[in-house]
């Protein structure tokens, strides 16, 4: 089942015919010249049509080739390669259909005929055609195969392109996208089929038939192209004409077409006839478009992302890389492409990668973070994923590998670790209980002090609300503070008493606060929160308290005691009062007892001086005791409203003298004036003395006169005025000489109340007495 | 000086004219004074009583033309209340002493059928023109 090939034939001729060349000398000589000859042209011929020759030899399993085998393989040993290293470059789509072919040419059953692919070691697939025949040997048995191997590669595309222009061109005409024409040039007339009319979006028959009439149907950019592209052309003496461009369909729609025609000729090459076919090709030339902008859109993701992609394939070589390579190694794209891992990133990035790759090789999706010193790049935190490309045999053909720089990430985290230790570690030392909470109110932190006081050990906390610690009796409020601070995003400020888990009755008083975090949009994103003990605070706040209530108590009994003793003070000065008063009385009395006295023992004598003497006195007396009596019933038992004592005191006195008040008044003119004791009764002796003089020696022999007593205030004085108009008073007595016991008391009482008397003796008698205020 | 003395009605036999008057003052001196004062203005003095129980006692039993009352006793009833009594239950006119008028006491006296006041101290003639008044009124109110 193995070919050879033939380069060698000359030297292997048919032993029976070696035996006759020998025996005809000369003449066979001249036609081996001629064989020769003709050989050399045959190979001068397939060397000029590409044409490699082959033989196999079946006894020796040797193969032999044309010199120009490279051509046809792209190696330069393809001449010497042997069966294994040929069927290596075989496309393994190939395999079954050429051993096949092989068997059946072995067999008998006819001559060896195989189109088939080989593989270039660039990767470059060409198309062979091999033909070649068996030769046997007398008994039938195969001996040699031999034959030629033609590149058939452009025939195959230009069949492959036919085959799909021809499926188009059904699947067109099919779906009533595509129309024919012809053109007249000596008429100048155009001919449409319905077909064609139905791509213009025209009714049959409704073309015109111009030329003109075809050119307005075009776009009008792609005219003028359509216009010179024809008239070259014709020009050339091309046999056919091919192009695109876009029509404006009656509907108003623009599309896409692709024409074709071919040249009818005359003898002089003159263009008799032209006759063409148009096909849509929007929806084509749509897919395409889209095609390349989805192309373009994946080139430019695939190279704007900030990560590595590549492909390498089984051999670790690399065979596609973006543009991200540029940026991280500061190289060209093109000095990773073909190369190996190792050679591209360097050994020490190789070591790091290597069993990842070997992973990825074997079939694994592999992912995986590391650190990395690539050779060109400094060290870099990757994150990379390695996910196999496999084909349908299950085979791994290569690696799609993305890699993503995560340095600045793991530099954030792990200065997030570290500024979260710093946290923990401040937390810790602090006297506060600190804790922090999620949006959803749940305690996710807690420093050691929490532990330290309540006793409660962090594995107990996973499981455990951290309420069980708050006396019971603050529970409800606390929660119900705190669920409407976590609902209101307000401050949440709570006092309450945290106890010991393990001694329940070691409550001590906290204040708890908490605040919300936020984040830069405003967005509660985190509660802190401290318990602070306040327990001293609140003791102090008790004995405060305490102590408040027992001064209000003090001052209650203080109080009650003033009231008690002020009570006592009133009624003693209550009874102290009535006292005075009774001795006011008491003195009274006692002095109308005298005067009744003096009045009993007067009745007895009949010299009338003496018993005028008496009755002065007895007057006397009981001007003494009307003051008392004021006294008494005034209101300050100290002083006497002396305006009122002055008009019944006078009043008594007329009577005394026997003068009818009714007929007689006195004209008393008094000030409301209140005077102390020490004055009152001086100064109603003095009024006494003085009103007696008037009445008893003014009006002497006569009808009884005017009598005005008259008392006021002139600045600090006070000044009393007793005047009548009766006699003066004699020019012969100076009153203060007088041997009247009368006036000589005046003279005495003005002196002792600090006063001063002036007499006036116009019209009557005039007496004022002037005596300072205080007293 | 609560004592009080009862003259026998034939102590002073004398002119049918002679009034028969009851002083009351509980000062024993000044009600002596007063009894001299009056048997020298010819009036003969039946009695005199210190208080107010004293006075209706002794004016119920000798029955007086005019009682002389002082408004300041002691004890329980004043004089305002003994002369009310006396007045109503023995139609006896009663004239009152008072050695000073405030104006509570002169309202209380002048609610009283006007028998008349006098003010202490006063002269014999003031004592006698007001019980003459009062007396003539009693005996013949038309």
């Known amino acids: ?775 | 000086m609560s004592s009080s003395h009862n003259f026998p009605e034939t102590c002073s036999p004398g002119l049918p004219q002679q009034a028969r008057l009851l002083v009351v003052e509980d000062e024993g001196i000044v009600a002596m004074h007063m009894e001299s004062r009056l048997a020298s203005l010819g009036y003969r003095v039946i009695g005199l009583a210190a208080t107010g129980e004293q006075a209706i006692e002794v004016a119920s039993q000798h029955r007086p033309d005019l009682v002389l009352m002082d408004i300041g006793l002691r004890g329980e009833m004043d004089g305002v209340t003994a002369a009310t009594w006396i007045t109503e239950n023995l139609g006896v006119p009663v004239v009152f002493l008072t050695a000073y008028s405030d104006g509570e006491t002169l309202a209380r006296v002048q609610s009283l059928p006007p028998y008349g006041y006098v003010l202490k101290p006063c002269r014999n003639e003031t004592l006698q023109s007001v019980i003459e008044r009062a007396l003539s009124r009693y005996r013949s109110p038309f």
């Open chain 1, 1 to 775: 089942m193995h070919l050879n090939e033939d380069s060698a034939s000359i030297r292997t001729p048919d032993k029976q015919e070696t035996a006759s060349i020998s025996s005809r000398d000369k003449r066979n000589l001249i036609l081996l010249e001629e064989l020769r000859q003709t050989k050399e042209r045959l190979e001068l011929a397939q060397i000029a049509a590409d044409v490699v020759s082959w033989e196999w030899d079946l006894v020796n399993n040797a193969v032999y080739r044309s010199a120009n085998s490279p051509k046809l393989y792209g190696c330069p040993d393809a001449a010497t390669m042997d069966y294994a290293a040929w069927w290596r470059t075989i496309h393994p789509d190939d395999h079954y259909i050429l051993r096949d072919e092989v068997q059946a040419c072995l067999a008998g059953r006819r001559e060896f005929y195989a189109e088939f692919r080989v593989i270039w070691p660039d990767g470059t697939i060409r198309w062979l055609l091999g033909k070649g025949k068996v030769y046997k040997d007398t008994s039938g048995v195969p001996w040699k195969m031999s034959g030629v191997n033609i590149d058939i590669t452009e025939k195959k595309q230009a069949i492959e392109s036919l085959q799909a222009s021809e499926a188009r061109l059904r699947l067109a005409l099919a779906t009533g996208k595509m129309g024919e024409w012809s053109f007249d040039p000596r008429s100048k007339r155009v001919y449409w089929s319905r077909e064609q009319e139905g791509v213009f979006g025209l009714r049959p028959g409704e073309f015109e038939g111009t030329i003109a009439a075809f050119l307005k149907r075009l776009h009008p950019e792609d005219v003028e192209g359509v216009r010179s592209r024809f008239e070259s052309a014709i020009a050339s003496e091309s046999p056919t004409y091919e192009s695109q461009y876009r029509i404006l369909r009656s509907d108003g729609e623009i599309r896409w077409v692709a024409s074709r025609a071919a040249f009818e000729r005359g003898a002089e090459r003159q263009v008799l006839k032209v006759v063409g076919v148009i096909v849509d090709i929007t929806d084509l030339k749509n897919t395409e478009e889209s095609l390349q902008r989805s192309e373009e859109q994946l080139r430019m993701i695939t190279n704007s992302l900030p990560v590595l992609m590549s492909y390498v394939d089984s051999g670790e070589t690399y065979r596609f890389n973006n543009a991200t390579y540029e940026d991280w190694f500061h190289r060209p794209r093109s000095f990773f492409v073909g190369k190996h891992i190792r050679e591209a990133l360097g050994d020490e990035a190789y070591e790091v990668l290597r069993p990842y790759l070997r992973r990825a090789l074997a079939g694994e999706n592999v992912s995986f973070e590391s650190e990395v010193s690539y050779r060109d790049s400094k060290k870099r935190f990757v994150r990379a994923n390695y996910i196999p490309d496999v084909d349908e045999l299950k085979r791994v053909c290569g690696i799609f590998v993305l890699v993503t720089d995560i340095s600045i990430q793991k530099q954030i985290e792990a200065s997030l670790r570290e500024s979260e230790i710093r946290f923990r570690t401040l937390a810790d030392s602090m006297p506060q209980i600190v804790w922090s909470a999620g949006t959803d109110g749940r305690i996710d932190y807690l420093n050691q002090r929490f532990f330290d006081y309540t006793g409660a050990k962090r594995a107990d906390f996973e499981s455990i609300e951290w309420t069980r610690w708050i006396h019971p009796e603050d529970l409800g409020s606390v929660q119900r503070a705190w669920a409407d601070a976590v609902q209101n995003h307000g401050v949440f400020e709570k006092e309450m008493r945290i106890g010991n888990v393990r001694h329940r009755s070691d409550y001590r008083w906290f204040l708890a606060r908490a605040v919300p975090v936020r984040d830069s949009d405003g967005r509660v994103v985190k509660w802190f929160g401290t318990w602070t003990e306040i327990q001293h605070q609140k003791q102090v706040e008790g004995d405060l308290r305490e102590a408040r209530e027992r001064l209000s108590l003090s001052h209650e009994v203080l109080e009650a005691e003033v009231a008690r003793r002020t009570e006592e003070l009133r009624s003693a000065l209550k009874e102290k009062e009535v006292l005075i008063k009774e001795v006011h009385h008491r003195v009274k009395n006692n002095l109308n007892v005298v005067s009744s006295l003096l009045g009993l023992q007067s009745s007895a004598i009949e010299d009338p001086s003496a018993k005028d003497a008496f009755r002065e006195s007895q007057n006397r007396i009981e001007s003494i005791a009307l003051i008392h009596e004021s006294l008494y019933r005034s209101k300050d038992l100290s002083r006497v409203d002396f305006s009122e004592y002055l008009r019944s005191f006078i009043r008594a006195l007329f009577h005394s003298y026997g003068v009818d008040w009714e007929r007689h008044p006195a004209d008393i003119q008094i000030e409301r004036v209140e005077v102390s004791v020490d004055v009152a009764i001086p100064c109603s002796l003095i009024v006494n003395e003085l009103v007696s003089n008037a009445l008893k020696h003014a009006f002497r022999g006569r009808e009884i006169g005017k009598i005005s007593v008259r008392l006021g205030s002139v600045g600090g004085q006070h000044v009393l005025t007793v005047e009548d108009d009766g006699v003066s008073f004699p020019e012969s007595i100076d009153f203060d000489n007088s041997p009247s016991l009368g006036l000589q008391l005046v003279t005495t009482l003005t002196k002792q109340i600090d006063g001063v008397l002036r007499l006036y003796r116009e019209g009557g008698t005039k007496f004022v007495l002037q005596f300072p205020r205080s007293k």
